[in-house]
């Protein structure tokens, strides 16, 4: 992943992006489709694109251009988004919809 010089993310339906965050933390340019989902993982380290014409004008650019403050944007998010995180922020979401309680089943 490292190697790649771009990393084109242009799915239309996406709940996260595990592709992408990896080549986030590996440094590659992200390009990513203009998803509301997608701005909320990727913020600022992603350019986005909302058509296919604008898809090629990204590539281009993060092809042809070097963006050292994205770069690092990346991988600062990709490290803040471990397996621990997401167990915690899903407990915590379950929490809240069954009001803390908790009851083992089994």
Do not use: I, Q
Not at 3 to 16: H, N, R, T
Not at 32 to 45: C, H, I, M, W
């Amino acid at each position: 992943m490292a190697a790649a010089d771009v990393f084109a993310f242009p799915s239309l339906k996406e709940g996260f992006g595990l592709a992408a965050m990896e080549a986030l933390a590996a440094g590659v340019p992200l390009v990513v489709r203009d998803l509301p989902v997608l701005r909320e993982v990727f913020g600022p380290a992603a350019r986005f694109a909302d058509t296919p014409e604008a898809l090629a004008t990204a590539l281009a650019h993060a092809l042809t251009s070097d963006d050292p403050v994205r770069a690092a944007l990346g991988r600062e998010s990709a490290a803040r988004r471990t397996w621990t995180e997401a167990a915690a922020r899903h407990l915590a979401f379950y929490r809240a919809v069954t009001g803390g309680s908790h009851r083992r089943v089994g």
